[in-house]
């Protein structure tokens, strides 16, 4: 079965330039996640979406960064205009749902660094 | 508000050796509780969820975790280690209600390092 979907993999931009990455979330799967991971702030929840509705971005650090969710197989995080602190790897994972909890599936990762 | 506390950063183990890694959580009900593992360059993997039942839990990989209530913890085992088990763990709760369902909140992680 394939897993989550990220891409690109990797990303070098300079500082200014507009960035999309894309996620493609497991087939089934109700809940979609953007993370961001750092060494100085390690994991941080971004904003997640259950069935393609935004229910929490409170993580989203500035207007710069927006997230949708047009259908229930994409998603694409935006960061405008970019900066040299938002150099990280971003993480997408889509969960099944019990209780009132997602099993979480991460995807492997866009490495994102600004010049 | 729900949290999760590793207490160790980075531990160092022989291979061959036994292994745990140590978790806390706090949460008003009860957790659903999931350990992952993360190698060099790699995204989270999952290693084992607890939602109920038994409270020993057996995963991926050779792992167990027990969760204990009476201590509020969620300690990974695993009684012989290889060196392919360097890596970065990450304890993680369930967050429950409201507009938080779904989410999880992570530990900050233990960094395994596996000597010859």
């Known amino acids: 079965d394939a897993g989550v979907i990220q891409s690109p993999r990797h990303e070098v931009t300079e500082m200014g330039q507009e960035v999309t990455l894309r996620c493609k979330p497991i087939?089934?799967?109700?809940?979609l996640f953007w993370y961001r991971q750092t060494m100085m702030r390690g994991l941080e929840l971004l904003i997640y979406?259950?069935?393609?509705?935004?229910?929490?971005d409170s993580g989203m650090p500035e207007d710069r960064f927006s997230a949708k969710m047009p259908n229930a197989s994409f998603s694409t995080l935006k960061i405008q205009p970019s900066e040299p602190r938002d150099s990280a790897v971003y993480f997408c994972?889509?969960?099944?749902?019990?209780?009132?909890?997602?099993?979480?599936?991460f995807g492997p990762g866009t490495r994102l660094t600004v010049l | 508000a729900q949290s999760v506390t590793q207490p160790d950063i980075h531990i160092t183990v022989s291979e061959g050796a036994s292994l745990e890694l140590r978790c806390n959580y706090s949460?008003?009900?009860?957790?659903?509780l999931f350990w992952y593992v993360q190698s060099p360059g790699q995204g989270l993997q999952l290693l084992l969820k607890?939602?109920?039942?038994?409270?020993l839990v057996q995963g991926i990989k050779g792992f167990e975790a027990e969760f204990k209530r009476s201590q509020s913890s969620f300690n990974l085992r695993k009684p012989s280690v290889h060196w392919s088990d360097a890596a970065e763990y990450f304890c993680a709760v369930g967050a429950g209600y409201g507009g938080s369902q779904g989410n999880l909140i992570f530990g900050k992680g233990t960094k395994l390092s596996v000597k010859p």
């Open positions: 949460y008003g009900a009860t957790p659903y």
């Open positions: 087939s089934g799967h109700n809940s």
């Open positions: 607890y939602f109920s039942g038994d409270t």
């Open positions: 979406f259950n069935n393609n509705v935004p229910i929490d």
């Open positions: 994972a889509s969960g099944s749902r019990r209780g009132n909890t997602d099993t979480q599936y």
